[in-house]
């Protein structure tokens, strides 16, 4: 008896140190292998208990064998007067949980949702189901009639951000990670317009520096507006093909974007093509991209002097963003606050961006305004503006939150 149990001891030892030598070495392996399975299993044991108190169940009537109808459990002295074998009783029954399939940094799992459940249901409580399951966090990820998809994921994928800007595609950048652990990739020929706030040192300006780094090995001309007096685009000037450091440096750059816009107008009607996409490859102008610092600067009115060259400022900056995406110029506004109260103008301009980025904010009305944007149907609310919390690599906080729905930290 010792020896057998000197022996297993032992053996348990060997495993549990084997065990632990494994997921040093070899994490992913050992997630898939050991701790996924274990995981499942706790989910599928417990989904009935969890979706209760989460009040993700409903009430449905089923057939049920009566005390009765079991032996043993009668006393002698019972009287019965009427033996049911069955009855129907209430029931609370739980949403039916498809096969978990696992991820790099969870898993994925579809529930078919009972009669009147919207995904919004699961989306309020994915911070109990977070803790019920004992992972880092709980997403709806995705929607169809009658069935939700659930991301589950055992860390924070933003702890450490590792990521290189370039992609390697025409107008295409890599900024930084989203919440999932998915590369956050920003495509201007999909969404040509974009909005970047938040209050300062929130990682604004470095996003943009992503930006900048990421487009430059790319055949597009850069043009910077920086209202900072040039201390935020001046170390990139060799690439940019102009920068604008004051206002009225900033009205005859935009002067000289609509007259690009013009021309091209031109060799697309000439060309019968509708933008300049249709073009030849050969007859196609270099794309450009246009990065505008501190926009409200460019609005601030000191005295009523400045008013005639702002009302020509916002008009320019207006006729790029809404003639700009055929003609192969895209804009990016960064600042710390585009609200109505820098005037009418602004509110102009916000409608065109679709893109929309919003940092760390310090009063809600700004990200409410940031994120002020319809978005039709379910199956397009990560479009156009990519998922909340993606990190920029060079941010100092990791994180510069965007979002089709809520795009606030």
Known sequence: MTNTMYATLGFLAATAAGAWAWRRRHPRSYWYAVAFPLRAARVYLTWRHVSYGCTLTRRRRA???????????????????????VRRVDIDRAPRLGLLRPTALGWRVRIHLHDGQLPDDYAKVAERLAHAWRVHAVRVVDSKPGVVTLLATMRDPLSEVDIAPETGELLTVRPGRLENGRDWVIDFRTVPHWLNAGATQSGKSNLANAIIKGLAPQPVAIVGFDLKGGVEFTPYAPRLSALARTRTECVALLDDLVDVLTGRMRICREAGARNVWKLPEHARPVPIVVLVDEVAELFLMADKSEKDEIAKTATA?????????????????????????????????RSQLSGRICHRVNDPETANMTSAIWTPTPSTRHAPSPPRHPASPSSPDKTAPGTAPAPST
């Open 63 to 85: 057939w049920r064998l009566s005390l009765e109808a079991v032996p043993g459990l009668r006393t002698a002295s019972a009287v019965i007067h009427e033996r049911r074998r």
């Open 317 to 349: 900056l207006l006729r790029v963003a809404q003639l700009g995406r055929a003609f192969a110029v895209y804009l990016i506004v960064c600042g710390q606050r585009i609200g109505s109260d820098l005037g009418p103008g602004v509110t102009a301009l």
